[in-house]
């Protein structure tokens, strides 16, 4: 069974710093764009940043300058290092992954979700 599972979320204190972690399971050929997704209560999801097979980075403006996304393709795991948390900042937050499973077929996968709680 494909699946992508999340790790990290937690309460921090506005300020601090928090990693999420994201690894793909299962019998997967390819892993093409991964990324990290946000949902406040009441709110779309929304684009975090995401990273391509060879490491090209892209950014929501939220993100710029706090936040880091970085992958390891031999773990087939997605890293998000969330730097000077702000309490605007909380929100339950997705890995996102575009998975190779069989010929050219791609598929979009979600994680469960991990809820950030930034407090004051």
């Known amino acids: 069974q494909v699946q992508l599972v999340e790790s990290g979320g937690g309460l921090v204190q506005a300020g601090g710093s928090l990693r999420l972690s994201c690894a793909a399971s299962?019998?997967?050929?390819?892993?093409?764009?991964m990324g990290w997704y946000r949902q406040a209560p009441g709110k779309q999801r929304e684009l975090v940043a995401s990273?391509?097979?060879?490491?090209?980075?892209n950014y929501a403006d939220p993100a710029k300058g706090r936040f880091t996304i970085s992958r390891d393709n031999a773990k087939r795991t997605v890293y998000l290092q969330m730097n000077s948390l702000k309490p605007e900042d909380t929100a339950v937050y997705y890995c996102?992954?575009?998975?190779?499973?069989?010929?050219?077929?791609?598929?979009?996968?979600w994680g469960q979700g991990t809820q950030v709680t930034v407090s004051l």
């Open positions: 996102q992954a575009n998975l190779g499973l069989s010929g050219s077929n791609w598929y979009n996968y």
């Open positions: 299962g019998i997967i050929s390819r892993i093409g764009v």
């Open positions: 990273i391509t097979s060879d490491s090209k980075t």
